[in-house]
């Protein structure tokens, strides 16, 4: 690596991510912030914080990816979010076959070959049940935290069904549920269960390579990883910082 500094940003649906590496590719810090309705200032703003605090921005090489890449000014290539997750785990955890992604508005699965190249890929961004949005809609609906949701640890031996595809259905689905008299713990268990086995689906569909590993800022929540777990019938593990993983790829990406 000759650059001296590396700097990946991600810009996402619902959270902007930046992580700053030094030229060996060893973290020097991370942000990240509400992409909001603002995704340039937001990663400008990002960008401005972490070369802030090197020593010297001389020589800094940065990539862009996620869905508001283009919106990044002074970035010196774009690359899809496929690519950057795929560089990112393959750093982290060499091991990795399988990538799950889900993050705010849409999941991916990613299949590794030996060497961490992407074999094979899958995207949904057409059903939003099966992304984080889903799990924010509840949180909000209810005024719970996201940090409420990700440490629910349901006992329940039959969360409820929730079957609709579409979150606005989904969310009716939930708030009958409620108004029939069903505990709040047992509805949510539903929700988590509905989300991983949408995703367990199209993990199945592409045929996923053991170990896997799950991103993107949903992999925070435990509930979610363990009912992946049940539905895909092996085990998910959990990459380390999961919501950073694109923005560390796009990162080290910055070095070639
Ligand atoms: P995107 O790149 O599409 O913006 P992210 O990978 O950043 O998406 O993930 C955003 C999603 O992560 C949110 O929709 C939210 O549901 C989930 N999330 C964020 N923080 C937490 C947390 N602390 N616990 C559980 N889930 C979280």
């Known amino acids: 690596m000759s650059a001296k500094l590396l700097l990946g940003i991600d810009v996402g649906s619902t959270t902007s991510k930046a992580v700053l590496l030094d030229g060996g590719g060893r973290r020097l810090g991370s942000r990240l912030a509400p ?25 800094a090489r940065a990539v862009a990816t996620g ?24 750093h982290l955890h060499p091991d990795a076959r399988t990538v799950v992604d889900i993050g705010g ?33 509840i949180a909000a609906r209810f005024g719970l935290t996201l940090d409420d949701l990700a440490g629910l640890h ?16 989904a969310e009716t689905e939930v708030v009958n549920l409620i108004s029939q008299g069903h505990e709040l713990d047992d509805v949510l268990a539903g ?15 592409l045929g996923a390579a053991e170990p896997i590993y799950f991103s993107g800022g949903v992999a ?3 509930t979610v990883r363990r009912e992946l777990e049940l539905a895909l019938e092996k085990p998910v593990k959990r ?18």
């Open 220 to 222: 925070l929540n435990e």
């Open 154 to 169: 349901s006992k329940r031996p039959a969360p409820l069904e929730v079957s609709s595809t579409c979150v606005v259905f």
């Open 67 to 90: 869905y508001g890449r283009a919106m990044v000014e002074d970035a010196d290539r774009t690359v899809t979010e496929i690519t950057c997750h795929a560089r990112g785990v393959r």
């Open 239 to 256: 990459c380390t910082d999961p919501q950073f993983t694109a923005a560390w790829g796009a990162a080290l990406l910055a070095a070639d």
């Open 105 to 137: 508005q849409d999941s991916k699965v990613i299949r590794l070959g030996a060497g961490g190249l992407v074999q094979d890929f899958a995207m949904n961004d057409r059903c939003a049940a099966g992304t984080g949005a889903f799990l924010d809609v």
């Open 35 to 59: 992409t909001g309705h603002a995704p340039r200032a937001v990663a400008a703003r990002l960008r401005e914080e972490l070369l802030n605090e090197a020593a010297s921005t001389e020589g």
């Open 191 to 205: 929700v988590h269960r509905a989300i991983a086995r949408r995703v367990a689906a199209s993990v199945e569909q």
